[in-house]
């Protein structure tokens, strides 16, 4: 089993929807998580961190589930900027110490 | 912000050819860099952790002999993948911390084309 795994997709909405985002992790060991944001050929971006008492950042909300090891994202009122592929990030001990786990992304489309 | 800078940001060479990647971090000192490699529609996977002055620790999978890492400064990490092939053709991103409980920041990416 994947240690962080997501759908990928494609979400295609028009512009104005909501659309909200799955992933779930593997390790219950598992100390941080993280939403980032990846535009086609470019490094990742950290979009929002999320806690378990939920979180939101304008547009965006953040939801963390420690029992079930399930974390959400909800994109209210998509802009067409908003198209990227959302990559769900678990930060966990390795032999190394910490390290940032990325899943597979869900890629996003707005259309207008 | 913290600034990872990572270079070259493209390279395209003949099989066989040793390529050297380089990440900087520019306004922090970097305690640990990550080296990730990043197939096409796959995600961010983790190659290398590298602690200053200390070997890197390769994940499971990913030659050392191969992937040759150097993190001699708090500044300065570089990643070797030597005797490339087109197989080894990618994605490489660094990222870099200063601190245990500290953000990642990302560089923005090298991609590696063997011919």
């Known amino acids: 089993r994947k240690e962080v795994e997501q759908d990928p997709g494609p979400f295609n909405v028009p512009e104005g929807a909501t659309v909200a985002f799955n992933c779930t992790y593997s390790n219950s060991a598992s100390q941080s998580f993280f939403w980032y944001r990846q535009d086609c050929r470019k490094e990742p971006k950290l979009l929002m961190s999320?806690?378990?008492s939920g979180n939101e950042d304008g547009r965006f909300t953040a939801q963390l589930n420690r029992a079930s090891q399930y974390i959400s994202l909800l994109i209210r009122d998509s802009k067409l900027s908003d198209s990227a592929t959302y990559l769900c990030v678990v930060s966990s001990f390795n032999q190394a110490g910490t390290a940032l786990i990325f899943g597979k992304g869900t890629t996003l489309s707005v259309s207008s | 912000g913290a600034v990872v800078s990572q270079h070259p940001s493209w390279v395209i060479c003949k099989s066989g050819t040793s390529v050297k990647i380089e990440c900087r971090s520019l306004d922090f000192q970097a305690t640990t860099m990550f080296w990730y490699r990043q197939f096409p529609k796959q995600s961010l996977m983790l190659m290398a952790t590298s602690n200053e002055g200390s070997k890197a620790t390769y994940e499971q999978g990913v030659e050392k002999d191969k992937f040759l890492i150097n993190h001699a400064s708090l500044t300065l990490s570089t990643l070797t993948v030597t005797s490339a092939h087109p197989e080894d053709s990618s994605f490489y991103i660094c990222?870099?911390?200063?601190?245990?409980?500290?953000?990642?920041?990302f560089g923005d990416g090298t991609r590696l084309s063997i011919l």
């Open positions: 999320v806690y378990s």
């Open positions: 990222s870099a911390r200063s601190g245990g409980a500290q953000p990642q920041h």
